[in-house]
């Protein structure tokens, strides 16, 4: 599943550690955003409850929005 993970404001320093340890359970990252602390990605079959690791503040399913 797709989804966007939000880094706890303390922690955005580590988050590429963070996206490593997440690669590490099979997550496929695909971004790294430094500035806004934020992660998105392929859980594959992981629950997005079990991305939420420490150093995550929150992770929802990302949706694609389009255009009227």
Do not use: C, H, W, Y
């Not at 939000?6 to 580590?14: D, L, S, T, Y």
């Not at 099979?26 to 939420?52: H, N």
């Amino acid at each position: 599943m797709l989804f966007i993970a939000k880094v706890e404001e303390g922690q955005k320093p580590n988050i590429r550690e963070i996206a490593k340890s997440l690669e590490g359970m099979g997550v496929q990252v695909k971004r790294v955003m430094t500035l806004t602390g934020t992660i998105t990605g392929d859980s594959g079959a992981l629950s997005l409850g079990k991305v939420k690791i420490k150093g995550i503040e929150s992770v929802e399913k990302d949706r694609t929005l389009r255009a009227k």
